[in-house]
């Protein structure tokens, strides 16, 4: 479905990716975990085909359709038009199954995106992504500023569409215990490389990555430290 | 109270004019943040054109409508020179306008020389309310009314339309729907050249052009476009009213050589006005 080679991106002299690879199988669900500046914004806008890669190379089988950090929402535009515009490359941009996969959108269809609450707005940016009938959606920190609720919400209908449609879903998390939790396979990407990789579960067990993003025995520590 | 009636009317038509110039810089600056300043060069080659095929035995209308065509493919050419390399700075883009909008002047005056040029118009006077208006501009006006209306016919209520204004919204989130803001760009430049083109053919008859008119034409457009922050159109055409009446006025009462300084002096008090209330939160709003 998805494949990378040795991937390397740079911007002017700095280099973002060095020699990535990845994999996403056809219907998977891969969360791909790493600290703030490791590259996973990159990776995702790369594969999107709005940077080109220096080296190495990536290869997509179907449409991949991108919820971006921040929602990146047109916000003086209605919800409606947000959905539509999802559908850019493709020729149906009927939103019912949006407004039926997301009940609460249907009333809020004529608000100015702008304005609503920060739920209902990834809402409408995982619906605006839906609309373009993906093969795989990349969803880029989809528990950014969010309530944990709200959070588990979204969570829940990521799960549900994969198992109900086959969509894979490459999940990128600054939230690693969410991320680990969802997806049975995940990479951890650091300051441009894949540090490690494999299935959650050994993953989560991995002393260095218990430590780095789940609030390991290190976090602790250093928490203490400050409190004390 | 008759004579200023009079000026108003005359400031009213080519205010409008001013309104199609200013919604050319509105349409370019949003889709591509870049301020097209060889916007008044479209009017000057849609006037001169009309000219010409009116000369060589194009009845009006076809006329008219082959200018403004011509006019817009000025404006596709401009936007690929300024705009074709993807990535390029808006900065850098400006200086491109710029320079074309200099360069213009030689292919102008290779094509049509270099003395002014005007052709009649429709002739005659109406009677309204105890002064007399041209015909031409209860035309100017009628033309400009329609043209808004198909414009926010097709910005509010057309797919294309609305893809455009994402990208002003948001272009990062309009490059991942798969829209092609670049693309987008130059059709944005294409109507902007139309829209410079429809006001140099109904300025034309009433003020001849020559191959520099159009550092007034952008002048007077640009000082209305800032009304609205570069961004709104509707903004920008009661500030191109405002501004039109403003300097019939001026010309009528005191100087026609002082009418041109009324534009620099709202644009000159508008931007500072609006960059000591600018916020960050007022820059989003579009």
């Known amino acids: 479905m998805l494949e990378v080679e040795d991937l390397v991106v740079r911007y002017g002299q700095a280099t973002a990716l060095d020699g990535v690879g990845l994999r996403v199988e056809r219907g998977e669900m891969v969360a791909l975990v790493g600290p703030n500046g490791a590259g996973k914004t990159t990776l995702l806008n790369t594969i999107s085909g709005l940077i080109p890669p220096a080296a190495g190379r990536y290869r997509l089988e179907g449409r991949l359709a991108q919820v971006p950090e921040g929602r990146q929402l047109f916000a003086g535009m209605t919800v409606e038009d947000n ?85 894979a879903i490459l999940l990128v998390e600054q939230n690693a215990r969410l991320a680990l939790e969802l997806c049975p396979r995940a990479y951890v990407l650091e300051a441009g490389r894949i540090a490690a990789s494999g299935s959650s579960e050994e993953l989560s067990r991995t002393a260095a990555v218990r430590a780095a993003y789940l609030g390991g025995a290190a976090d602790e520590a250093a928490a203490t430290g400050i409190g004390s | 109270m008759t004579l200023f009636l009079q000026y108003a009317v005359s400031g009213i038509a080519t205010g409008c004019t001013f309104a199609l110039v200013a919604t050319g810089f509105v349409v370019i600056y949003r889709v591509s943040r870049v301020v097209n300043f060889a916007q ?10 009309v000219s010409s095929f009116l000369s060589r035995g194009l009845p009006h209308g076809p006329a008219e409508v082959l200018a403004v065509a011509l006019a817009a493919l000025a404006g596709l050419v401009v936007g690929v020179i300024a705009i074709g390399r993807r990535g390029t700075p808006p900065l850098a883009s400006l200086i491109i306008t710029l320079g074309l909008g200099i360069g213009s002047y030689a292919v102008i005056i290779l094509i ?58 948001n272009p990062y989130a309009a490059r991942l729907v798969g829209i092609d803001v670049r693309r987008m760009g130059l059709l944005a430049f294409t109507l902007g050249g139309a829209l410079g083109g429809l006001a140099g053919v109904l300025i034309t008859p009433l003020q001849p052009v020559s191959f520099d008119s159009d550092v007034g034409i952008a002048i007077n457009g640009f000082a209305a476009a800032i009304f609205g922050g570069l961004l709104r159109p509707g903004t920008a055409l009661v500030g191109a009213l405002v501004l039109g009446v403003a300097e019939a006025l001026v010309a009528g009462y005191y100087r026609a050589s002082f009418e041109s300084g009324v534009a620099l002096v709202v644009m000159l008090g508008l931007m500072v006005w609006q960059a000591g209330r600018r916020s960050p939160a007022a820059e989003e709003g579009a």
Not at chain 1, 114 to 123: D, V
Not at chain 1, 138 to 166: I, K
Not at chain 2, 135 to 164: C, M
């Open chain 1, 83 to 167: 959905l539509r515009l999802g559908a850019w490359r493709v020729r149906d941009r009927d939103c019912r199954r949006i407004y039926d996969l997301f009940p609460q959108l249907g009333p809020l269809r004529r608000r100015l995106a702008g304005t609503l609450s920060g739920g209902e707005q990834q809402m409408v940016a995982v619906g605006r992504a839906l609309m373009a009938q993906p093969d795989l959606l990349a969803v880029d920190e989809l528990s950014l500023g969010l309530a944990p609720l709200v959070v588990d919400a979204l969570a829940e209908h990521l799960v549900r569409l994969n198992r109900e449609t086959g969509m």
């Open chain 2, 40 to 49: 008044g060069v479209f009017a000057v080659v849609a006037g001169m054109a």
């Open chain 2, 112 to 169: 049509w020389g270099d003395q002014p040029v005007s052709f009649t118009g429709l002739a005659g006077l109406a009677r309204m309310g105890g002064i007399s208006v041209q015909y031409q501009f209860l035309l100017v006006v009628a033309v400009t009314a329609v043209t808004f209306g198909l414009l926010s016919l097709f910005f509010d209520h057309t797919y294309l339309g609305k893809a455009l204004t994402a990208c002003s919204s």
